[in-house]
Each structure stands twice: as C-alpha cells, then as structure tokens.
C-alpha cells in the first residue's frame, strides 16, 4: 500500500500526512471551544423533559435503527429544525437511529449540506 509523503505545516513543522500538526490541533480545540461558548444548552434547544418523554415513547414504537438495524438509542430530526419547533415537534420528521450512526454517517451528511 503506498503511504503518503510527509507535509510541511503553515507553522513550518514537518508532520506525516495523516496527522495534524500540534499547532491546528490547538487552533480546533480554541474553536470549538468559542462555538461551545456561544450554544445554547439543550434544554434550551428544545431537549427538556417532555422531549425525553416523547423520544422514549417514539422509541418504544421504533425500537430499531432506520439504517442498520441495530437497537435504537435515541431520535433524529431528518431535516435539522435549527430551533423551529414546529419541525422539532413534527413526528414525521423523526427517525429512530443507533448512537454509532447518528454520531458517524448522519453528522457526516448534515456537515456535507
């Protein structure tokens, strides 16, 4: 399998191609950190105890994972409802996912649109 050759950092650092470099590191984790400041918690997202009890109930109804079959964890919004409750509270908009493919594929897409 052929590797990849090494690369030069902005900060002048040679690193391997795969790897981040101390200094991006340090700048993801700063920015993160910014967008952690400015988010809303989650139950002022809409997340509060009557979201728990629906998801429960909805979960109960779908017990699988829309994409792998796999035991249902939690549920996603199909259309991201960016604080439109509206959307936030229409079931039809609700989909039963695992943890592993709403943390992977599904965050993967949504970053993607």
């Given at each position: 399998?052929?590797?990849?050759?090494?690369?030069?950092?902005?900060?002048?650092?040679?690193?391997?191609?795969?790897?981040?470099?101390?200094?991006?590191?340090?700048?993801?984790?700063?920015?993160?950190?910014r967008?952690d400041?400015?988010?809303?918690?989650?139950?002022?997202?809409?997340?509060?105890?009557?979201?728990?009890?629906?998801?429960?109930e909805?979960?109960?109804?779908?017990?699988t994972?829309?994409?792998?079959?796999?035991?249902?964890?939690l549920?996603?919004?199909?259309?991201?409802?960016?604080?439109?409750?509206?959307?936030?509270?229409?079931r039809?908009?609700?989909q039963?996912?695992?943890?592993?493919?709403?943390?992977?594929?599904?965050?993967?897409?949504?970053?993607?649109?």
């Amino acid at each position: 399998m052929p590797h990849k050759p090494a690369r030069l950092c902005a900060c002048g650092y040679k690193v391997a191609a795969d790897v981040l470099c101390a200094c991006q590191t340090k700048r993801a984790r700063e920015r993160k950190a910014r967008f952690d400041a400015r988010r809303p918690s989650s139950s002022e997202r809409g997340y509060d105890r009557a979201w728990q009890r629906a998801s429960a109930e909805y979960r109960r109804a779908n017990p699988t994972c829309r994409r792998c079959g796999a035991p249902a964890t939690l549920v996603d919004h199909i259309e991201p409802h960016r604080g439109n409750m509206r959307l936030f509270w229409n079931r039809a908009n609700w989909q039963p996912l695992c943890t592993a493919c709403h943390s992977g594929a599904k965050q993967a897409e949504e970053k993607a649109r």
